[in-house]
C-alpha cells in the first residue's frame, strides 16, 4: 500500500513537472533603438488640428538577435502636438507632432520618441517693409498689402522618420519555442484532455465592409483589425473595392500591414 502512494505521488510530481506550458523565446528590444516611420498621408498645418491622429508605418523589419520582433508594415500611432495655418501680415504656418507607439510580433505596445517640429517660410519681413514704402507714397493701398500670408507647412505621404524605443522591452518571439514533451505513466489514469478553445474567425474585407457601413468609427475599425486574426484580400481590384465602400486610407493600410 505505501508503495502504490509512493508510486502515485511521483507520478502526480512528473505530470505537473511536464504539463508546465512551453514559453516562446524572448528578445531584449533596449531603449533608444532607432525605428523608421513612414508618412501614411499628407499633413498639412491648414487641414489638421491639435490632438489629432496621425499614421505612421514601420518601413523595415526591426530584428534583435536574428529574429524579428516588430514587422516591416506595421501601424504607428502618432499625434498632432501643434499646428496653425499660415496667416496674414506674412506669418507662416507652423506644424508639430509626435510619433508615439507601435506593436511588436506579439503584439505588445512599443512606446516610440521623436518630435518633428516644422515652421512655414514667413513674409514677414517683406510684408513690413512694402507697406511702409507704399503707405508712404498711396497711404490708401496699405490695408491691402497687410493681407499678404506666409506658407502652410505640408509634409508630403511617405516621408521617412527616424523615431526611437522610449524605455527597454522585452518581446516573445515564435523562434527556439521548445517542443512538447509527453509522457506517460501507467500508474495513472488518463485525464481526458480539456476542449480546445474556439478560434476566432479571420477578419476579412466584407467584415470590414460591414463595421464602415454600420458606422464604426475609424479608430474602432483599426483597434479590430489589431486585435483579431486576419485573412484580407489587398490586391489592387480589392483596394479599389474597398474605398468604393467608403473605407478610409488608414483602414486600407492597416489591412496591407496585417495581412
Do not use: W
Request: with cysteine.
Amino acid at each position: 500500500m505505501a508503495r502504490r502512494l509512493v508510486a502515485c505521488g511521483m507520478a502526480f510530481v512528473c505530470s505537473i513537472q511536464f504539463a508546465a506550458p512551453a514559453f516562446a523565446a524572448a528578445r531584449r528590444l533596449p531603449d533608444g533603438t532607432r525605428i523608421a516611420v513612414r508618412t501614411m498621408e499628407p499633413i498639412s498645418s491648414a487641414s489638421v488640428k491639435d490632438n489629432d491622429p496621425v499614421s505612421f508605418a514601420v518601413l523595415e523589419d526591426v530584428i534583435v538577435d536574428g529574429e524579428v520582433v516588430i514587422k516591416q508594415g506595421t501601424p504607428v500611432r502618432g499625434t498632432i502636438v501643434d499646428a496653425e495655418a499660415k496667416r496674414r501680415m506674412g506669418r507662416a504656418g507652423k506644424l508639430q507632432y509626435t510619433v508615439n507607439e507601435t506593436k511588436a510580433v506579439d503584439r505588445s505596445m512599443i512606446r516610440l520618441r521623436a518630435i518633428q517640429d516644422r515652421r512655414g517660410e514667413s513674409n514677414v519681413t517683406s510684408t513690413t517693409v512694402t507697406t511702409v514704402a507704399v503707405g508712404v507714397f498711396v497711404p490708401v493701398a496699405a490695408p491691402f498689402f497687410l493681407l499678404r500670408k506666409g506658407q502652410d507647412i505640408v509634409v508630403p505621404e511617405g516621408t521617412r522618420i527616424d523615431t526611437f524605443v522610449d524605455g527597454d522591452h522585452v518581446i516573445g518571439t515564435e523562434a527556439e519555442r521548445p517542443a512538447p514533451q509527453v509522457v506517460t505513466i501507467a500508474a495513472v489514469a488518463p485525464v481526458p484532455p480539456a476542449a480546445p478553445a474556439t478560434a476566432r474567425a479571420a477578419l476579412t474585407n466584407a467584415d470590414v465592409v460591414a463595421l464602415q457601413k454600420a458606422g464604426i468609427g475609424e479608430d474602432v475599425i483599426l483597434a479590430k483589425i489589431a486585435a483579431s486574426p486576419c485573412a484580407f484580400r489587398t490586391d489592387a481590384p480589392d483596394m479599389v473595392t474597398l474605398k468604393k465602400a467608403g473605407v478610409t486610407d488608414r483602414v486600407i493600410a492597416a489591412m496591407v500591414a496585417a495581412r
